[in-house]
C-alpha cells in the first residue's frame, strides 16, 4: 500500500477527491440500511460517522508527508459537513 501511495502526486485536488469519494460511499451505504431498517428510521447520525472517516484517512496522509492530499480531504470534510447542518437545517 505504501507503494501505491508514493506514486499519488501531491496534491490538493487528488486529496478533495478523496476527501468527497470516500463520504459518498459510507454515507450511501448509511441511507440504504436508514431507509431499510425501521428502527434506524431516524438515525440521520449515521451519516456524520460517515463523513467521520474523512479525519482518519486525513491522519494517514499526513503520516507519509502528503499534506496536499491531507488539505484537500480536509476541505471536503468541512464540505461535507456544511452540506449536512443545511440538510439538518432545512
Known sequence: MN?????????????????????????SIAWYVIHHVASLAKA???????????????????????ENIGRGILAATFLCAFIFFAYKVF
Do not use: E, H
Open 3 to 27: 507503494d501505491n501511495l508514493r506514486k499519488l502526486n501531491n496534491s490538493v485536488w487528488i486529496g478533495l477527491g478523496i476527501g468527497l469519494m470516500v463520504p459518498a460511499i459510507l454515507c
Open 44 to 66: 440521520d447520525l449515521l451519516y456524520i460517522g460517515g463523513i467521520a472517516v474523512n479525519a482518519y484517512t486525513m491522519q494517514y496522509f499526513f503520516k507519509y508527508n502528503k
